[in-house]
Nanobody
Framework: QVQLVESGGGLVEAGGSLRLSCAAS????????MGWFRQAPGKERDFVAR????????YYADSVKGRFTISRDNAKNTVYLQMNSLKPEDTAVYYC?????????????WGQGTQVTVSS
């Protein structure tokens, strides 16, 4: 069982930056591949980025490539999403997720989400 808690969301102006954190419970964090997703009001949940258990592999949605960076600190059981050059269309609830599979069809564990609002 893995419990995930996101933090770091907030209100920022367009062009600004935020860093989201996702803290995981358990002693086997490095076994889990982690993903970030987001869901805007009235829209489906979208994939944002993922990272492998050892941090060697990352992958990004085209909409955030070059602006967002996913990373992890296995000693701290935490995965991060550094978001730069934010745009109003990045406004959403951001969720982290964990799975033993690198690119699963559906992640097994989810956090409760953190709101990111980008003003124009």
């Amino acid at each position: 069982q893995v419990q995930l808690v996101e933090s770091g969301g907030g209100l920022v102006e367009a062009g600004g930056s935020l860093r989201l954190s996702c803290a995981a419970s358990g002693r086997t964090f490095s076994r889990y591949n982690m993903g970030w997703f987001r869901q805007a009001p009235g829209k489906e949940r979208d994939f944002v980025a993922r990272i492998s258990g050892n941090g060697a592999l990352t992958y990004y949605a085209d909409s955030v490539k070059g602006r967002f960076t996913i990373s992890r600190d296995n000693a701290k059981n935490t995965v991060y999403l550094q978001m730069n050059s934010l745009k109003p269309e990045d406004t959403a609830v951001y969720y982290c997720a964990a799975d033993l599979v690198y690119n699963p069809s559906e992640y097994t564990y989810w956090g409760q989400g953190t709101q990111v609002t980008v003003s124009s």
